[in-house]
């Protein structure tokens, strides 16, 4: 280890002896086997995650404040395809969508940016970012040596880059862009899937030539053989055991989890500060140099854009800063101390000889020095149950369970990750009465049950759900017709209407009354469910209306899962089982109010509002507006 640290070349760690402002731009971006190189100077980064679709424009220039006033010298972001290329060749980079207005906001900040072109980002984002309508380009297959989707793939990716070349934002030109992205996570699971490593870079072969025309280092997230001249990175909970795939490259992390996404029906994750701020310091104790907090602030999935199935439109990941923008205490204080104490030893971490020391079954310490003096010590402890006390270089030092304590001097601590001395606090949402004083406030829109003006198609059997909707709306109509009489009358038992679906969910209706709703769970969405019904002599009208809850948005061949009903059947007659699978189904796509925009703010006078002076209660179908002044 010596030997290689005295083959360290001498220019990029002695510049950083100077006392360096913000970042902002940068010129040249090179690395070598111990950090990036940014103008000349080893450098040792944190980098925090914002996604700008999950914020408004307005919000942008506070939140790259709070980071930097956090620590971080960097800003990461995913680029969202499906959310700019709306639809083949048709580009979109207004609101919360302008890409250049942020990495600007960045830049102005005095801050550096990490680019993640993707064009697959996972991200819980919708169909992990990839546009709904690639699917049905004849012959695609996603994330594979597959020349439909290469051919889309480029056309996106060179957009993207020669979008920042233009606006001079690249490092290379004088911007902020210092690190691109191609692709996201595919080694591992995916190989296993589509091939070997070598295929998949086929498919990436001419972005990756793009690449090399940015004048940037390029790197790849989970990918343990990433080609040269990319860099492989860490996406985990902990990455101080992560080593690059080739000793000439550095140690990178992506994405350190601060907390994690919610989902319906489950409790709201959290990651406590002290875990988080021990992740990162025993990273950059065992040799990393970038980190990045995924996601530092995670906002809010609008619209259309969370993934699934039933993630949350909520992104707040108990990240530093909450969903709102408000820093969340005490981990945004806590990360940030962590930081400044990480930020006094880069010098010495960057171009210093590293040993370590074993100071007891669990406890241990890797101490950098370099040839100015500089002395820098990590003590860590990893048993998770007890304190511990050790002897360092003749003095004792209490070690607190799962913890980690920085000495820039290699005597004193200057902080401990176990150890939070920065305020506590939580924002309390307070529940207010909407309904009080004036009586025309609540105004109501009832949807028709089934099909609302004209059907859209008709079929014998059932038609997948994403396949007809193509993402345009969560709902689908099924409505069919059946007769009954006596031969079909009851044996002794209720009526039972058995409902097999792929997903998400169903609100079924018989005789344009609610019989019953079902969901599926988790990442396997499909369900059976059977709903006791009382049929009617003669004819009997059936609705099930079908719902999605967030597309797919990672995993081997996730376009290919589907939803929608694959079995309908009625059994307790006194003939046995009624199929009604092959029936003829009538089909509507979307529902009315959506047609009719009711959920915009411009649609608010709509004469199809109906004013009330309560809101109706166990109304299904039912569309509620308020008002308050």
Not at 159 to 169: D, G, S
Not at 271 to 296: H, L, T
Request: a neutral charge; glycine letters at 8%; hydrophobic letters at 35%.
């Amino acid at each position: 280890m010596a030997a290689a640290a005295a083959s360290f070349a001498a220019l990029p760690c002695l510049l950083l002896l100077l006392l360096l402002p913000s970042f902002g731009a940068a010129s040249n971006v090179t690395y070598d086997h111990r950090s990036l190189i940014i103008d000349g100077r080893r450098r040792l980064v944190i980098s925090t995650s914002i996604h700008y679709p999950r914020s408004v424009p307005e919000m942008w220039p506070k939140l790259v404040a709070e980071a930097k006033d956090g620590g971080a010298d960097c800003i990461e972001t995913y680029v969202f395809w499906n959310g700019h290329e709306i639809a083949p060749g048709q580009y979109y980079f207004e609101d919360r969508f302008d890409l250049v207005r942020f990495v600007k906001v960045v830049r102005d900040a005095g801050l550096l940016l990490i680019l993640r072109i993707g064009p697959f980002v996972a991200a819980e984002w919708n169909f992990g970012g990839v546009p709904v309508w690639l699917h049905y380009v004849p012959g695609t297959v996603f994330r594979t040596n597959n020349e439909p989707f290469k051919s889309h793939m480029q056309s996106f990716t060179t957009y993207i880059v020669n979008m920042m070349k233009k606006e001079q934002l690249f490092a290379s030109q004088g911007g902020n862009i210092i690190l691109a992205q191609i692709e996201n996570e595919y080694g591992g699971y995916l190989e296993q899937y589509y091939g070997t490593a070598g295929k998949a870079y086929a498919m990436w072969a001419a972005s990756m030539a793009l690449a090399q025309n940015t004048g940037v280092p390029w790197i790849m997230c989970q990918q343990p053989d990433a080609p040269d001249p990319v860099i492989n990175t860490c996406n985990s909970f902990y990455c101080d055991n992560f080593q690059p795939n080739s000793p000439t490259k550095p140690k990178f992390w992506t994405e350190n989890w601060p907390g994690w996404f919610q989902t319906f029906g489950e409790s709201n994750p959290h990651r406590p500060p002290e875990d988080v701020a021990f992740a990162v310091a025993r990273f950059f104790e065992k040799g990393g140099s970038v980190q990045n907090y995924y996601v530092y602030h995670g906002g809010t999935n609008f619209g259309r854009t969370t993934g699934g199935p039933f993630i949350t439109t909520s992104y707040d990941y108990d990240a530093p800063i909450d969903e709102y923008g408000l820093r969340r205490f005490p981990k945004w204080a806590h990360l940030k101390e962590l930081h400044k104490s990480i930020k006094l030893c880069e010098h010495t971490l960057l171009c210093g000889n590293t040993s370590f020391v074993s100071l007891g079954p669990k406890q241990e310490a890797d101490i950098y020095t370099d040839q100015s003096g500089g002395c820098v010590a990590f003590l860590a402890n990893i048993d998770s149950d007890k304190d511990k006390v050790v002897t360092f270089r003749n003095r004792q030092y209490d070690l607190p369970a799962w913890s980690v304590s920085i000495l820039p001097d290699c005597k004193n601590v200057v902080f401990n990750t176990a150890k939070v001395q920065s305020q506590t606090s939580m924002v309390v949402m307070v529940p207010e009465s909407l309904q009080a004083a004036k009586p025309d406030r609540w105004s109501i829109f009832r949807e028709t049950t089934g099909i609302w003006g004209k059907n859209n198609f008709i079929r014998n059997g059932f038609v997948d759900h994403i396949n007809t909707t193509k993402d345009t709306t969560d709902y689908l109509w099924y409505t069919t017709s059946f007769s009954v009489d006596g031969s079909y009358s009851s044996k002794g038992t209720q009526a039972v209407l058995n409902i097999d679906s792929k997903g998400h969910g169903v609100h079924a209706f018989l005789n344009n009354e609610l019989i019953g709703s079902a969901y599926g769970n988790g990442s396997q969405s499909s369900f059976t469910v059977g709903l006791p019904i009382n049929l009617r002599t003669g004819k009997n009208d059936l609705a099930l209306l079908s719902m999605t809850v967030g597309l797919q948005n990672a995993g081997p061949s996730y376009e290919w899962i589907g939803a929608g009903f694959t079995n309908v059947s009625i059994s307790g007659l006194k003939n046995g089982v009624v199929d009604l699978s092959s029936n003829n189904w009538t089909y509507k796509i979307g529902l009315e109010g959506e047609y009719y925009s009711l959920f915009k703010p411009d649609q608010r006078s709509n004469k199809r509002w109906v004013p009330q002076s309560e809101p109706p209660k166990n109304q299904p179908l039912t569309w509620y507006k308020v008002s308050k002044c």
